[in-house]
């Protein structure tokens, strides 16, 4: 009995101090990556050029991290570009240093040089991307990012048998730089895309793209996660797998509602995972992507396909096209997007701002300006409430920080100045269109509502927005005008979709909602990149709050000068 007395507390140590281990929280990790940004020939199309990637690989590398990691990405520029990368959905809480827009939150890399990308990943979780932020480089220089739940956090949804990550995105037989550079000076869109491509690859519906056609191999009976990431420059995208559902679970790394779906739909810098279930007879099955436009506009209208192949089908058997909704199928778009509904558990609740301190209205403006040297006398151009937003040539986060005059003015207006009816025939000319570079200046904590409303100036068109340092609640969408008497009564305040990008329906109207918690200049811009280029973007400048957890960081000391 001596020897089991004298052995029993030693156990009961051993026994607590194992639980105690297994029940403390895994230490967060530190993920490190080298991205070299170099000049690589690629073939595709029947046509070879060279490309700006990163580490030679077109899509880029994947980042993968989980929530709670630090992660330090070392960007080596030796392209002969100057350029930047946004790490595009993630909050950079306090730290807009490391977001990465061109003259937005630093000045770009410069050739031979290196900038450290240093960040915390706190309260996220999901599928988001990284991607160049200056002139039209995204075109090639992008990838996925995937943070994982914390280590013994499960998915609020079933645990998939695989994952893949797919990124849909453009490719031009052309140097891409040269072709904005020609549309810029002609004043005239630039030429659009030669083909959609899946994982960097058209498919074999393509000349020479047998080799250049992704695919994933699967097995009956198993379930799979499709993260998928929309990163083309100009086009919203359908995107199905032939005889197959989805069923959507998480979009720009928020958990939804689970709904079924045979094709979803995702615009410019937006995420979509989905379940598929392994269900059918084994074969051959084509994912497909094509674009949506429901606007007189054109758009490369050619499908992406990657193929979705059963274990021990040979590679002989034909794959099947699925049927995507057609390029102009409104219906589809609304009815789809009004699926998406925040999980709203105790888990993951929707804050969403229940009291407005300030009520914004930006009208997207597509119009023309004279232009003596250009095509037709004319220059396509775009605005905020008839404002042009032009880029400075000092980053406006280091402007602010560091109080350098003369760069911006924080006096960007909360309505559009000229009330008309914004969404009736087409009136073909500019409002008074001003070239600035204004900005909204927003106090720290207050609650902010952004009502988007799409205008008829020269047409009308869907537009995705991206908030950077943000998500943001959608709380409320509709064709036509916004009626502010109306039309907030119907807004959604208990579980809308929470994200940080948005589609604005053609010749309508989008409302968001998001609290000022994070200090800094945050870029507000439309991802479609042809109308970023021509103006259609502004900034906001949160206020620091009380104390100094509160105040932006101070800067990185290999901060990139102008």
Same mark, same amino acid.
């Given at each position: 009995m001596a020897k089991q007395t004298s052995f029993c507390p030693v156990l009961g140590f051993l026994v607590i101090g194992f639980l105690c281990f297994i029940c403390l929280p895994a230490e967060a990790a530190l993920k490190k990556y080298q991205f070299d940004v170099q000049v690589a020939n690629v073939s595709r199309l029947c046509h070879a050029k060279p490309i700006v990637t990163v580490n030679?690989?077109?899509?880029?590398?994947t980042i993968y991290a989980r929530e709670g990691d630090r992660v330090q990405i070392n960007v080596t520029n030796f392209a002969q570009y100057n350029l930047s990368i946004h790490w595009h959905g993630l909050k950079q809480y306090r730290n807009g240093w490391a977001d990465g827009p061109a003259y937005i939150t630093q000045c770009p890399i410069q050739t031979g040089n290196s900038y450290v990308y240093d960040f915390n990943i706190t309260g996220q979780r999901g599928t988001l991307w990284w991607h160049a932020h200056i002139l039209w480089l995204r075109a090639t220089v992008?990838?996925?990012?995937?943070?994982?739940? =914390? =280590?013994?956090?499960?998915?609020?949804?079933? =645990?998939?048998d695989r994952e893949e990550v797919l990124v849909l995105g453009e /490719? /031009? +037989? !052309?140097?891409?730089?040269e072709v904005e550079k020609q549309g810029n000076a002609l004043g005239i869109p630039p030429n659009m895309s030669d083909a959609h491509t899946i994982n960097g690859k058209p498919g074999p519906l393509f000349p020479c793209s047998e080799?250049?056609?992704? !695919?994933?191999?699967?097995?009956?009976?198993?379930?799979?996660?499709?993260?998928i990431i929309n990163a083309a420059l100009n086009d919203e995208l359908f995107f199905a797998l032939a005889n197959h559902t989805f069923t959507v679970v998480e979009i720009d790394a928020v958990y939804t509602k689970p709904f079924t779906t045979e094709a979803i739909l995702i615009a410019p810098g937006q995420t979509t995972n989905v379940l598929v279930r392994a269900n059918q007879i084994p074969g051959r099955y084509f994912m497909a992507a094509r674009a949506f436009m429901d606007a007189p506009i054109s758009v490369d209208n050619k499908t992406a396909t990657a193929i979705f192949q059963y274990k021990g089908i040979p590679q002989t058997v034909l794959p099947k096209l699925p049927t995507l909704p057609e390029q102009n199928d409104t219906n589809f778009a609304l009815t789809y997007n009004s699926k998406l509904k925040s999980l709203n558990t105790p888990k993951y609740p929707a804050n969403v701002p229940l009291n407005v301190d300030?009520?914004?209205?930006?009208?997207?403006?597509?119009?023309?300006?004279?232009?003596?040297?250009?095509?037709?006398?004319?220059?396509?151009? !775009?605005?905020? +409430? +008839?404002?042009t937003f032009s880029m400075p040539q000092t980053a406006l986060l280091q402007a602010h920080y560091f109080n350098i005059k003369g760069v911006y003015t924080p006096d960007f207006p909360?309505?559009?100045?000229?009330?008309?009816?914004?969404?009736? !025939?087409?009136?073909?000319a500019n409002l008074r269109t001003n070239l600035g570079t204004r900005l909204s200046k927003i106090a720290f904590n207050s609650t902010v509502e952004i009502v988007i409303q799409?205008? +008829?100036?020269?047409?009308?068109e869907s537009h995705p927005f991206h908030l950077h340092g943000y998500n943001f609640f959608v709380v409320g969408t509709g064709v036509g005008n916004f009626d502010p008497k109306k039309d907030p009564a119907k807004y959604n305040l208990i579980d809308p979709i929470e994200r940080n990008t948005v589609g604005v329906p053609t010749g309508g109207w989008t409302a968001i909602r998001f609290r000022a918690d994070n200090p800094g200049v945050w870029f507000f811009h439309c991802h479609l990149e042809l109308h970023t280029g021509w103006g259609l973007k502004t900034a906001f400048l949160v206020e620091d709050g009380p104390g100094s957890d509160h105040n932006i960081l101070p800067p990185p000391k290999d901060l990139p000068r102008c």
């Open positions: 030679g690989r077109f899509p880029g590398p992008y990838g996925a990012i995937v943070i994982m739940p =914390q =280590q013994g956090t499960p998915f609020p949804f079933p =645990q998939p /490719w /031009w +037989n !052309a140097d891409v730089e080799k250049h056609t992704f !695919a994933m191999e699967v097995e009956k009976g198993k379930t799979y996660l499709l993260r300030r009520h914004l209205l930006f009208t997207i403006g597509l119009g023309i300006n004279p232009c003596p040297t250009c095509l037709n006398g004319t220059r396509f151009t !775009a605005s905020l +409430n +008839n404002i909360d309505k559009p100045p000229t009330p008309f009816n914004f969404t009736g !025939a087409p009136l073909t799409d205008t +008829n100036l020269l047409s009308v």
